[in-house]
Every structure is written in C-alpha cells, then in structure tokens.
C-alpha cells in the first residue's frame, strides 16, 4: 500500500484515477490544483504525486518544480498525466523534475501498471 | 482488476457542461484584437479537460473532436496564431456542437456527426493555414467516418521493433548525476526488466566514474550498469522501461553478443509513437462494446429529464445543516428528559423546550431550502451569447448590461425560468431596441442596452428585463387589440391596462413576424409560465424610453406563504401573491348578470362571484351570506371575487402534491398539512377562474352592453 497523491482540475478524472488506485489498495489523497496539492503535501510526505499538466492556479509543471523543493518530496516519484504526446510537455515536465508521465486517455489497467514502475 | 468507468460518466458530463459554459463565456469576453493570456488559459483548459475525459470514459467522437479545437486554441495559447472573428465564430459554434453530441451520449444515442465533422474540417483548414470555407466544400465532397479518425498528430508508429535480439539484449546504462533528482530509480527499472524475463539476466555495475570521497555527491548517481537480458523479449518492451530517463542517461541497448557499436542506436528515435498507439486504440474498443450494451436501455435513458439529476452544494451550506441537527438533537434530548419526570412545577422550562424546538425547526427548514438554492447565474450566464448572436442576425448593436448575478433562487424555478426569460429578451431586442439608424435619428446613442436585474425583496426575487428602446406603441397595441377582438371597439382603458394587453392570449404587435419572437410563443405563454411559479409579471413603459418587465417569483417553490379562510368546517389557501384585496359582502354591491351569475361593481370593474361552498360542494347550513367575506383574487389577468366565511390568518406551508398523493383535482393546486395535523387544500386560482362559468371579458362585454343598452 502506497500513499498516493492525486491531482487534477477535472472530478471525473480524479475520481476515475482515484477510485481504480483505492481499488488496488492504495490510500489516496485528491487535490483539485497545484495549490491544494503543494499544501497538501507540505503537510505529509507521499509515495507518489499522479498529477494532471493543465491546471488552474497552479500547473503540474509548476506543481513538480515546487514539490521538489521540499526536502521529503526530492526523490519521491512524480507522474505527469499529459495528453501532450509531444516532446516538449514531456521536456517541461523533465526539467521541472517530474519522473514520468502516463498519457491521456489511459484506462484503469494502463493507470496500475504504470504506478507499478515506479512504486516498491 | 477492471474497473466500471461508466459510474464516472455523470461526473464527466456534468463538468463538461461547466467547461462547455466556461468556454463560452470566454470567447465572448475576449477581444479579439487584443486577447487576453487568463481567458485563453481558461478556454484551452476547458477543451483539454474535455478532451482528456473523453477520451479516458471512451467518447472517441468527443476526443477527436475536442482535439482540433485544442491544438489551435494550444497555438493561440503560446502566441503562434492570432484569433480572428471567423475562427471565434467557428470557437463558439464549436461550444454548442460539442454540447449537443455530449447531450446525445448522455441520453444514450450515437451523436450525429456531421456537423462535427464539417467543423472539424474547417478548423484543419484553419491549422494549415488554408480558407475553412473551402474546407467545408471539401468535407461535403468526401465525408469521412468521424469515428474512424484518431488524432492527426498520432502516426500510427510500430518500427518492426525486435528485428533482432532472437537470444537476448545487451543494455548499457548510463545515468548522468542528476537522474536520481527526478525521482528515477535505477533499480525500479532492473527489477522491471528481471518481471520481464522471470529473472534471467544479469546486471554489472561499473563504478569508473566514481569520484573520490571527499567529491562525492550522496544525491547524484556516479554509477553505469551493463545488463543482459537472456529472453528473447521485444526491444520496444525495453524501450519502455527506460522510457522516462532516454534524456537523463546515455543507453544502448543492443542485441545480445554483439558489441554496443554494431547497433548504436539510440532509444529516442521510436520512442514517442509507441505510448500512444495502444493508449488511442484501447478506448475506441471501448466505445463499441459500451453502444451495443447500452442500446436496450436507451429509451428508458433518453426518459428520464436530463435537468434534475443531481445539484452541487456549497460545503458552507452541508456544514451549516449538520450544525442545526446537531442543535435539534439537544433540543430533542432535553425535552425527552423532561418529559420522564414531569411535574407542573416544570412547564416553564417544557415552554422554553417547545420555543427552542421551533426555532431549531425554522433555522433547519431555512437551511435545507438554502441547499436547493442557486445563484441566478445559472440562467444569466446564457444570456451574452443570445445577445451576441440576436443582435447579429438583427443588425442592432445592443450591450447586455447583468447586475445581481450572485442572487440565489430555488433550482426548479430556476429550470423554469429560462424560457420565459429568453423570450422576454428576444422581445426586448426585436421589438424594443431600434435600429442603429433609428436610434441616431431619435438622438440616442448608436449601441442599445438591455440590463438584465435580479433582486430579492420582501421574501420574493424580483427580475427586471429594461431595454433603452422605442417602448410600447400604445396606439398600435389598442389597434391590435380591437382587429383580434381581445377588446370592444370603444373600450376605454388606461395606460397600463393597454400595456397589460400585450399578456393576453393571440397579440402580436410585430408587424412582420420575425423568427426570432414571433415563433408562435407569445407574452401569454410568457405570464403563464410565471404564474405557474407562482409568480406574476409586469410591464412597464414609456414611449422612446424604454420599456421594463418586472418579474416577480416566489423563492421556492416548496413553501408557499398562504392566507388561510375559512368556508364551513373546511379550512382553503390562497397564495397571499394572488389576492388583491379582500372585502366585506354587501348585497346591493352585486349585479345579476344573465340571469345566472353575480358580478361585484368593483370600482370601474365587474369582477364575477363564485361561491366556494357551491363550487366544490360543501353543505351549507344558511345562505345568509351577510357575514360573508369575498376575498378578490387575480390570475392570468382576470379577476374573480370567491366568497368565503371567514379569513383566518396568513403563515407560509409547505406544499405537498395531491397529485402524487390522491388525484387531480380542479380548482386545486396541493395541499398542506396544518399545525393541528388536519389537511388543507391550496385553491389554484388560476384554475377556479376557469370553473366559474363565464369569464371576465364575456361579463365586461355584457355588462357594458347591457348599460349601453
């Protein structure tokens, strides 16, 4: 069982992401932006942040750049969910520090076997 | 383990509208010529939400589409394309094509797509840099399954991958320092590989680059590893695994026995199609298999009104409810425990209980009636785009002007509020708004303004519609008025009886019926709507002003505030809205007219007499009717006068249905259940005016004909 952190601006999206992750066993924390996440996570450490690019207030780039400032969040996983599967985004995502990323549209399946790359 | 997607999909439409309503407003705010970053932010995201949802719950029709209009809004975004009126023309068409296909799916049909797919190919055009109008001829000539397209961007990749490597891969990975920061493990990736090929492989770790000690960097990988893998897996398996580190390491794989430069080639070069090819087909399967298993239950679906599914309430609001239960709880425990010993000595303190209890009843009531209600904003919010497009087809030039969007109101009223309101506004910008020319020559400025107001007053929302136009024509209204026989030929009436024409069943005073107002719905069905709320309606005007409709509502629907009368043993309501003014019987006040029916000489009026006890049979012990009260109420612009014993007192009720619980009755809009535990029943006045026999204009008529006579 992981502690998982999940963001994004979109409900279903959330839900989705959380609900196939609880299904798996995993204790899961939503936050609906950047913002909410950051202090979410300045108030606990995580296994890994599953976070949607697109956001308001504060972006998923932004999000990991600023998470990895934390002195807990240095090496903990973080996974963009793009529907960019062009390079740039990916690049961005890079160089803010993120880990990795899963792309839209990704199914329950596709969702679980990805984490599992990067979880114990 | 799988997972039931579809119980995310009322979540998904639901934000989707919301994006759907975001996006909108959006467009309608930006300049074009001068855009700005925040609401383009705010666009791109709706439709990249969208987009994302659509895809992952297998809308593949949704996806594809949304796609287009993300790419281009992504180069608006990044300064690569300016807008211009065509593509925020095409933006907002866009809005209203995707709403109606989401519709479709959430009702369970297959969304029609053609034109989806013209405005598909108009944006394509617009992506190349080419004329969309052309684009569209083109799209006509050769209409391609709309399903069958995936993303343009998605070159379906596959590069024969594995050609060799029949005995096993050789891997040499070499991280540079700081993989380590983006929380990329190496040995998450050698355990994926040994998964992989159930353990039959071999991992050395080189430490060449290892600096001294004191040198060293604890949070930086100095380390290189050679890996060989003994299973004859395909390269693109391993691709993957080092997927996330192709541009933080150095890696060569290459086939097992050769040396790394036989086959230097790098991961980079057929990674990025290979993520998307079994991500876009998956839901696509999707897509299928959920049409035909959902085709049965598709009618019953379709049933159901897609409005009243769920609301989204204010955590405020949840929190403040728990609170009054919470207070209601003590309340009930303090009088229980009351109630186990009691002595007279303690009715004082059971007094005090029972004004709690009911201030603890009143503040819950209050707080569940709040959780139904939402801001106005609700209906305002499709107002601009209305305007924006009326005033187009009408060639005015016409501002909308909102205030109190915030104010809340009852979510079934809201529901029903929409229609008659757009009506009105239509109205206001067909008939009422001049012409730019017209407006200059009369020495207004060029731009009409219809302000659109919503308040609450006096436990009631009020909504005004004010446009700065021409106002009514009261000659041209009365000349109507006597064509279609709504009046007498010498009827005398005053200013605002003229205007209150315009409600009556059959005007129009357009002279060319347009198709924006005259569409067959006209201020009649405008004032029934509202008085089916409960509400009433009003205009007012002044020639070259203006005119404004005021509209009046109840702010639920739920409660009701009533005056309580009294016929026999039976106990009436009236909505306090309806009644205008109540008076003590006096014989010599009546007329018979025809022999039949009374009439009361109110004023300048002849309001016809209806019997309450007579029209729904009540027994009646004496027909002395001295004692009497008639009680005048109004409804769809008639009047009435019904005649009762007695008034008691007003107080709100709560309705409750007779349909649902009993039957239909005539006459009668619900009931209620009183203090005392007794039923009564709620008068629908609108619906007695009918039961009397003659109506007010007959009766006017004949009475004026008789004293002309």
């Not at chain 1, 996570?41 to 949607?52: C, E, F, K, P, Y």
């Not at chain 2, 379906?156 to 050609?163: E, I, K, L």
């Not at chain 2, 209906?379 to 009408?394: G, N």
Request: aromatic fraction near 4%.
């Amino acid at each position: 069982m992981a502690k998982i952190l999940a963001v994004d601006d979109s409900a279903s999206m959330r839900q989705m992401v959380s609900f196939t992750l609880k299904g798996a066993g995993h204790q899961v924390t939503e936050a609906s932006d950047g913002v909410e996440a950051l202090k979410i996570a300045q108030g606990q450490a995580m296994d890994l942040v599953l976070s949607d690019v697109n956001m308001p207030n504060m972006n998923g780039i932004e999000l990991c750049a600023n998470l990895r400032q934390l002195p807990s969040y240095k090496f903990t996983p973080i996974l963009m969910l793009t529907t960019e599967s062009t390079g740039d985004k990916k690049m961005a995502g890079k160089t803010a520090g993120a880990t990795g990323w899963i792309v839209k549209p990704f199914n329950p399946d596709q969702l679980l076997t990805t984490i599992k790359k990067v979880l114990g | 383990m799988s997972v039931d997607l579809s119980q995310f999909h009322q979540v998904f439409y639901e934000e989707s509208y919301e994006g759907l309503d975001a996006m909108e407003q959006g467009l309608l705010e930006m300049n074009v010529d001068a855009p700005d970053d925040e609401i383009i932010n705010t666009i791109f995201r709706s439709a990249h939400s969208i987009k994302g949802g659509s895809g992952t719950f297998g809308f593949m029709q949704v996806a594809n589409f949304t796609h287009v209009l993300e790419t281009l809004l992504d180069e608006v975004r990044s300064g690569d394309r300016s807008l211009n009126q065509t593509t925020m023309d095409l933006l907002l068409v866009s809005v209203d094509c995707m709403r109606d296909m989401l519709q479709a799916l959430q009702n369970g049909e297959e969304p029609d797509m053609s034109n989806a797919d013209d405005l598909r190919a108009q944006f394509e055009a617009i992506l190349k840099n080419e004329d969309p109008s052309q684009a569209l001829a083109q799209s006509a000539n050769s209409k391609e399954g709309s399903d069958s397209g995936q993303p343009p961007s998605d070159k379906s990749g596959g590069d024969g991958a594995g050609a060799d490597g029949k005995n096993g891969w050789s891997i040499d990975f070499i991280p540079e320092p700081q993989l380590l920061q983006t929380g990329n493990e190496p040995t998450r990736m050698f355990r994926q590989i040994s998964e992989l090929c159930d353990g039959n492989m071999s991992v050395t770790v080189k430490t060449d680059n290892l600096p001294s000690f004191s040198s060293l960097n604890p949070e930086h990988c100095f380390l290189n590893w050679h890996i060989d893998v003994h299973a004859p897996l395909e390269k693109s398996v391993i691709d993957e695994v080092f997927e996330w580190v192709i541009d933080d390491a150095e890696i060569n794989i290459y086939p097992l026995g050769q040396s790394c430069e036989a086959e230097s080639q790098k991961i980079q070069e057929s990674e990025p199609d290979k993520q998307v090819t079994p991500a876009a087909v998956e839901p696509i399967a999707v897509t299928t298999s959920q049409s035909t298993d959902e085709k049965p239950k598709a009618p019953q679906k379709a049933a159901a009104p897609q409005e009243s599914s769920s609301i989204r309430v204010d955590i405020d609001k949840v929190d403040n409810l728990i609170n009054m239960v919470g207070e209601l709880v003590i309340t009930q425990s303090m009088l229980g425990e009351l109630g186990e010993n009691f002595d007279m000595g303690r009715v004082q303190r059971l007094q005090e209980g029972l004004a709690q209890l009911e201030h603890n009843t009143r503040e819950l009531q209050e707080s569940v009636m709040k959780i139904r209600m939402m801001p106005i904003s609700f209906v305002f919010s499709r107002f601009p785009r209305l305007v924006r497009d009326t005033a187009r087809k009408l060639d005015k030039k016409i501002d909308l002007v909102m205030s109190g969007e915030n104010t809340e109101l009852d979510k079934t009223v809201m529901e029903k509020l929409g229609d008659p309101m757009v009506h009105l506004i239509r109205n206001s910008m067909d008939h009422g708004v001049e012409t730019p020319e017209e407006r200059i020559k009369n020495g207004k400025s060029e731009t009409g303004t219809v302000e659109l107001k919503a308040y609450h007053q006096s436990g009631n929302i009020v909504i005004e519609i004010e446009d700065d136009g021409a106002g009514l024509n009261t000659e041209r209204i009365l000349q109507k008025a006597r064509e279609n026989g709504v009046i007498s030929e010498d009827a005398n009436l005053s200013e605002d009886q003229v205007f209150d024409l315009i409600f009556q069943p059959g005007f129009s005073t357009a002279d060319v019926v347009s198709d924006l107002s005259g569409r067959g719905v006209g201020m009649d069905v405008v004032r029934r709507n509202i008085a089916a709320l409960n509400g009433s309606i009003e205009v007012f005007s002044q020639k070259n002003k203006g005119s404004r409709f005021v509209i009046r509502l109840p702010l639920t629907l739920a409660i009701l505030d009533g005056q309580l009368v009294q016929v026999e043993d039976q106990i009436y309501i009236f909505p306090l809205v309806s009644i205008v003014e109540s008076i003590q019987y006096q014989g010599s006040e009546l007329n018979n007219v025809g022999g039949h029916s009374d009439v009361l000489q109110l004023r300048d009026e002849y309001v016809p007499i209806l019997l309450l006890n007579q029209t729904f049979g009540i027994q009646t012990e004496n027909d002395d009717l001295d004692e009497s009260i008639i009680v005048v109420v109004e409804a769809d612009g008639e009047k009435i006068g019904v005649v009762v014993d007695e008034l008691l007192g007003q107080q709100q009720v709560v309705i409750k249905s007779l349909e649902e619980n009993y039957k239909k009755v005539e006459g009668i809009s619900g009931a209620t259940i009183l203090g005392d535990g007794t039923v009564a029943l709620i008068i629908d006045v609108s619906g007695l005016s009918k039961l009397s026999v003659t109506s007010l204009k007959d009766l006017d008529r004949k009475v004026k004909n008789h004293k002309a006579a």
